[in-house]
């Protein structure tokens, strides 16, 4: 079995045992007590569950790394005036995500960067900078032409830093694949070995096996096309498909909370289309954005992201998808990166079916800022399109790579950024380093 494929059974519950010195914070007990029982070979059903969760705790530290006084004292390097009970408030408002760890509170490591976002809760800090001017007048002139179409050429690398001499060393970078929105995908130069896998693989990489190479590197051009669609004025068929609305735990689940919180948002609406309208909304308008760890961490990631109403984008597309499916909307996971001329970056998205017309996109993310910053028009457009500045790699979450890697995922759910293997081992984020280069990003005219 591919071991990755452990973490598809996150939902199965830990023998209580582990799992109190687990709430307790108690992870060096907690990872004993798997140890004890993986060596015991008593309970082979129960591996794969024991395994995922040591590799998470073995994780959680890197994910959380500063203390209570740690994180006090960087908010108060900006903000002094900060008291123990306003950091207690950003703690218990949901605004710092914390975990316990060795009996001690320790804070995310983007902590601060989330706190900037909402500079009402914490006015001392330098507030986080947005100008969409240029994102608002690409997306009023798609609107207005009806679509928009960019050539983007890209280069991506990934190098190891452990030493890798005499090692055997597998390598996975994200290239564009095939989907509407992408076409004339192209790979202009690439470490020597390199193979690509299908165009429409689920998640498309570059590929290689080598002896001793630490660097890969991939260069790329696409096209990208992106058509504006309001879906509340489409006419529909009178009959909708039924595929992609099934579960895919642990993840995209229907908990009975989501069940009756579908029904809901859902009630008075008589389309297809006024559903996901009105779950767009509701997830655009009740969840805030909050930097995440490695979505590795995280428990049933649609049903948590519905009570605690804190996420990042792909959090925001599984809750989306997850309440699509249970209200009878096909919906399904795509990304890749977030292609603007200023710079490029991880992003993902969801998009969903509505017959005769096909796969349209929701950006909740990008509609939950529009909503935070008030600006309803850019909220307006990312419910059925998005905007030229994407490249697509992945229309699947949680699905093997091209060829499936044997060793540990450093993200076994999307690949955004590539994975590192030496000798079998998958390399953790802290062993290794990635970039993305944006070479040309130019917009072109439409055709009379």
Not at 59 to 78: H, Q
């Amino acid at each position: 079995m591919n071991r990755n494929e452990a973490f598809l059974h996150l939902n199965d519950p830990l023998p209580a045992d582990i799992a109190r010195r687990k709430d307790m914070g108690d992870l060096t007990g907690a990872i004993r007590l798997i140890d004890q029982r993986l060596e015991q070979c008593r309970q082979p059903l129960l591996a794969p569950r024991l395994e995922a969760e040591r590799l998470r705790l073995s994780r959680l530290p890197g994910d959380y790394p500063y203390s209570r006084k740690e994180a006090l004292a960087m908010i108060r390097a900006e903000w002094p005036q900060c008291t123990e009970d306003q950091f207690d408030a950003l703690v218990d408002g949901g605004r710092i995500d914390w975990r316990m760890i060795d009996g001690e509170l320790r804070c995310h490591e983007r902590f601060l960067e989330s706190l900037r976002i909402y500079p009402k809760e914490a006015p001392g800090l330098k507030q986080e900078e947005t100008d969409n001017t240029l994102r608002d007048q690409v997306l009023a002139r798609m609107e207005e032409a009806g679509e928009l179409t960019a050539r983007i050429t890209l280069r991506a690398s990934i190098r190891a830093l452990v030493p890798v001499e005499g090692r055997e060393v597998q390598a996975w970078l994200p290239i564009p694949a095939a989907c509407p929105q992408q076409s004339e995908i192209r790979i202009l130069e690439c470490t020597p070995g390199g193979v690509a896998a299908p165009e429409h693989a689920p998640q498309r990489t570059m590929w290689w096996r080598t002896q001793g190479m630490d660097r890969f590197t991939v260069t790329y051009s696409y096209l990208f096309r992106a058509r504006y669609v309001d879906p509340r004025t489409l006419p529909l068929d009178p009959v909708q498909p039924t595929f992609d609305l099934e579960e895919q735990a642990p993840h995209i689940v229907f908990t009975p909370y989501l069940r009756a919180l579908a029904a809901e948002i859902c009630r008075g609406c008589s389309t297809p289309a006024e559903k996901a309208r009105a779950i767009y909304d509701y997830v655009t308008g009740q969840v805030d954005y909050r930097y995440q760890p490695a979505y590795l961490q995280l428990d049933c990631i649609a049903d948590q992201c519905a009570k605690t109403l804190r996420g990042d984008c792909g959090v925001f597309a599984l809750l989306f998808i997850t309440l699509c499916r249970i209200a009878g909307i096909p919906a399904r996971w795509q990304s890749g990166l977030a292609v603007r001329p200023d710079g490029v970056g991880p992003h993902d998205w969801a998009m969903f079916y509505l017959a005769p017309h096909g796969w349209l996109w929701a950006d909740c993310s990008y509609g939950s800022s529009a909503r935070r910053n008030m600006e309803n028009v850019r909220r307006r457009h990312y419910f059925g399109s998005l905007d030229p500045w994407r490249m697509v790699a992945n229309s699947a979450f949680q699905a093997p790579l091209t060829p499936p890697m044997s060793g540990w995922r450093q993200d076994p759910y999307d690949n955004q950024v590539g994975e590192l293997m030496v000798d079998g081992r998958g390399l953790d984020a802290p062993e290794r380093e990635w970039s993305q280069e944006l070479l040309d990003f130019t917009l072109l005219e439409q055709e009379d």
